[in-house]
């Protein structure tokens, strides 16, 4: 009996110890750069179904429920999907729009685990027809993730979608000019 409970303090102590020193938080986003006015840009970027066009995970189940309620395009409008296990379940929420630089989104994950980010999307004028858009999302890692995330990335695991979304970004504005 005494050495059961060595074993659970020792294991109590290596828990408090990983999550002390475990990521309290992520912040993961890419860069992109568009021949293209911020303006022809920024329709692509400012109303949740358009977002769908580019959407890397949009892409990995073209058969996911899809939904928006609200006005698109509007702070309150929240576009919710249900997929298959690539893409989960979730919504996100309009909370701020600065028109024709920035748009801000709670992220709201139901499955496969639930989960809340911030996201946003900012645009820059390099040029008369050259744009940045930078796509990010961040949030705080609670307990028991703070652990995981010691031995997982989620700049690994979210990185990747997030450059093949605005290469896709890309090519749908560079076929519509």
Known sequence: MYTLLIIVGALVVILMLLSIIAP???????????????????????????????????????????????????????????????????????????????????????????????????LEVLHTNKSKVTWGFKGINKYPMRIMMLFMSMDKMVGKDFEQGLQNLKFTIKNKI
Not at 47 to 59: V, Y
Not at 70 to 79: C, I, L, N, Y
Not at 94 to 122: A, H
């Open 24 to 122: 309290k938080s992520y912040h993961v986003f890419r860069t992109i750069e568009i021949d293209a006015a911020a303006d022809k840009v920024w329709k692509h970027l400012n109303c949740l179904e358009k977002q769908h066009e580019w959407s890397p995970w949009a892409r990995k189940d073209p058969n996911m429920e899809q939904k928006i309620s609200g006005t698109d395009g509007e702070v309150g409008a929240v576009s919710y999907w249900n997929g298959n296990k690539e893409v989960g379940e979730g919504e996100q929420e309009i909370t701020k729009i600065v028109d024709g630089k920035r748009m801000e989104q709670n992220l709201r994950f139901l499955k496969p685990f639930k989960s809340q980010s911030d996201c946003y999307i900012d």
